[in-house]
Nanobody
Framework: QVQLVESGGGLVQAGGSLRLSCAAS????????IGWFRQAPGKEREFVAV????????YYADSVKGRFTISRDNAEPTVYLQMNSLKPDDTAVYYC???????????????WGQGTQVTVSS
């Protein structure tokens, strides 16, 4: 069992930055993965980025590549999503999730946080 808690969402103007946090507890393993997803109103939940729990492997959706950075603080059981150059299209509820194999399909993630709202104004 893994518990995930997101934080750091908020309201920001276009071009601004936010850093989301995902604090994990429970049975985590270094070769498993934490992913970030987002869901805008009326849209399906989509993949954003994923990192191996050990912190040495990352992968991004094309829509955020070069603007978002996923990272792991090895001193804390926390994964971060640094979001720069934010656009109104980035507005969504952001979720972190846990999986045993690196992939972009939400159905393969076993544990989910409650989500945090990110709103980017134009």
């Amino acid at each position: 069992q893994v518990q995930l808690v997101e934080s750091g969402g908020g309201l920001v103007q276009a071009g601004g930055s936010l850093r989301l946090s995902c604090a994990a507890s429970g049975r985590t393993f270094s070769n498993h993965y934490i992913g970030w997803f987002r869901q805008a109103p009326g849209k399906e939940r989509e993949f954003v980025a994923v990192i191996r729990w050990s912190g040495d492997s990352t992968y991004y959706a094309d829509s955020v590549k070069g603007r978002f950075t996923i990272s792991r603080d090895n001193a804390e059981p926390t994964v971060y999503l640094q979001m720069n150059s934010l656009k109104p299209d980035d507005t969504a509820v952001y979720y972190c999730a846990y999986t045993t194999e690196r992939n972009t399909h939400r159905d393969t993630y076993d544990y989910w946080g409650q989500g945090t709202q990110v709103t980017v104004s134009s």
